[in-house]
């Protein structure tokens, strides 16, 4: 069956050199691809997985720091190094 697809041109050049390198039709890198992809999706259960969740870590920062963002922190920190 033919079809249609419209894919990024990254995308497209990745799959034409993959197919180059091992010398096989690009149709049958295309197809390849889907198949995997779709038993990826499977075995992670599709748009019905359980999305991933950050655990909180604590990292032991003085009262004075709490609330603030790591970036300012460093801006901070490098702040007092160049300082002295």
Do not use: C
Request: glycine share 6%; charged share 30%.
């Amino acid at each position: 069956m033919r079809t249609t697809l419209n894919i990024s041109d990254a995308l497209l050049a990745e799959l034409k050199i993959h197919a180059a390198r091992r010398e096989v039709p690009f149709r049958e890198v295309v197809e390849k691809a889907l198949h995997a992809g779709l038993a990826q999706l499977d075995r992670e259960g599709g748009a019905e997985a359980e999305p991933f969740r950050v655990q909180p870590w604590a990292l032991g920062l003085k009262p004075a720091y709490h609330g603030v963002s790591l970036n300012q922190l460093d801006d901070q920190w490098e702040a007092e190094r160049t300082a002295r």
